[in-house]
């Protein structure tokens, strides 16, 4: 890892070096805090845990062959060497700006209140067409896993796409001190994070933290049908790229149709050009996704063949609009299920919508939501059942008042509650029917993934 010396490490962290002079001379080989991922030539950084203090696998992974760690204790006499930190999570973010700073390659920093993974995923693929681009995996965009994503580059890279994932003010500074991004994209500013960030006003300011380390010749790239974001004239003296449907001032898309689940095509402009383009994944939002991805893909220098491209080459990812197909079953399943949120909700159910079959909406509480919480899984049970969707299932505490509502103006709609998941899972043989496209929509907390792994058994 280029110039990730011990001593350089050591100075990054204002941590104490204990060792010999040769090995601070060495550089790691890779930067691990999972014991169990223990790797040769690399550095621990022990995190302290809620249960689990990794303090007390520092032997264990100095055996299996590592060549470093950190500790926020005094280790005394070892046969190894150490650097002693204050915090280790404070040292990882401080190593992590280190080392991309030494790089020296462009960073698109994404955030947003919905939709940062699907656009990130959009992002790569379409600088993935001229570029060896590393992106953030999983959900590994908060204060820890973004020093994580950083320290997985290397020299063949050319270029990050890094998410920046925040629940309260102060967090976006701190991730971007890290990034230093040449690129900002917002997707939008939603309901979301709102039991800490109050308001949508809240969540624009707590998002538009990205700027405070924005580099000076960048560029900033936002929703321009965001009514919050539109307000965003200036950052530092640069004009915003502003992207959209009902914003044409920028890049812009028309011509939207729905091709059912084998995506939506759309017609995308540019100045006095355009190009017709099939996002490969289902969702009227998804034609936003492919919108940033063509910003950022002018940034950088793609024509519009290779942006093209880029979007027709997208990927969906397990738990994010991902479509199996049990053909033993008969059934088709949308396993959306890594998060929810009421935006993301009502985007989700749209798409249902124009699947084949019998739509069943399997849904359960959405989290962080604040003190509106209850009046907004209402009103998500409300769009529910105004849609043209079959039967609706909600489960969980807070689906509770979603499922009272959906009655309320079912329209003779089919609407069932289940008090948690696994009285739902418990019932899912009597209540899919072969022939039946099954959307599977919560919150991480609800665990849904078991109920698309067993949908799809």
């Not at 004009?239 to 689940?261: H, Q, T, Y």
């Not at 998941?421 to 029917?433: H, K, Q």
């Amino acid at each position: 890892m280029k110039n990730l010396t011990l001593e350089h490490i050591a100075r990054a962290c204002n941590g104490s070096y204990h060792g010999s002079e040769a090995q601070a001379k060495q550089e790691v080989q890779s930067i691990f805090t999972d014991s169990r991922k223990a790797a040769k030539g690399g550095l621990f950084v022990p995190i302290k845990g809620a249960r689990v203090d990794a303090h007390d696998f520092i032997d264990q992974v100095m055996e299996a062959g590592a060549l470093a760690t950190l500790s926020e204790k005094d280790l005394g006499e070892t046969n190894f060497p150490y650097i002693k930190v204050e915090s280790s999570l404070q040292a990882v973010k401080d190593i992590a700006e280190f080392y991309l700073k030494q790089l020296e390659i462009p960073v698109v920093g994404i955030t947003g209140s919905v939709g940062k993974t699907s656009t990130k995923e959009m992002i790569a693929a379409v600088l993935g067409q001229k570029y060896n681009v590393l992106k953030t995996q999983g959900n590994f965009n908060n204060e820890l896993g973004l020093p994580l994503t950083v320290f997985g580059l290397r020299a063949e890279h050319q270029i990050a796409v890094l998410e920046m994932g925040i629940s309260d003010f102060g967090e976006m500074h701190r991730l971007a001190k890290i990034a230093r991004p040449d690129t900002c994209v917002i997707t939008n500013i939603g309901l979301c994070h709102l039991e800490f960030l109050k308001s949508r006003d809240g969540i624009l300011k707590a998002k538009t933290e990205i700027f405070d380390f924005l580099k000076e010749d960048g560029h900033v790239i936002l929703n321009g049908d965001d009514d919050k974001l539109v307000t965003v004239t200036d950052v530092k003296g640069i004009k915003p790229v502003f992207f959209g449907v009902e914003n044409k001032n920028g890049i812009w898309a028309d011509e939207i149709e729905s091709k059912g689940l084998k995506g939506i095509e759309c017609r995308i402009h540019v100045k006095d050009e355009s190009f017709k383009v099939l996002v490969p994944i289902p969702g009227r939002h998804m034609v936003y996704n492919a919108l940033a991805g063509t910003a950022v893909g002018l940034t950088y220098g793609l024509t519009l063949d290779e942006i093209k491209a880029g979007i027709e080459s997208l990927q969906s990812l397990s738990g994010r609009f991902h479509i199996l197909e049990n053909e033993k079953k008969n059934i088709m399943v949308i396993d959306d299920c890594y998060n929810a949120n009421p935006v993301s909700m009502k985007a989700s159910l749209e798409v249902l919508q124009d699947a084949l079959g019998r739509k069943v909406a399997l849904l359960g509480d959405m989290g962080e939501l604040g003190k509106n919480e209850v009046e907004m899984h209402r009103e998500v049970g409300r769009f529910a059942a105004e849609k043209d969707i079959d039967v609706i299932v909600c489960t969980g505490t807070l689906c509770k008042e979603m499922a009272e509502a959906a009655k309320e103006v079912s329209n003779g709609k089919k609407v069932l509650y289940f008090e948690n998941r696994e009285a739902l899972e418990d019932a899912l043989d009597e209540l899919i029917l072969p022939g039946d496209s099954i959307l599977v929509k919560a919150s991480h907390f609800m665990q849904f993934e078991k109920i698309v792994k067993k949908l799809a058994e």
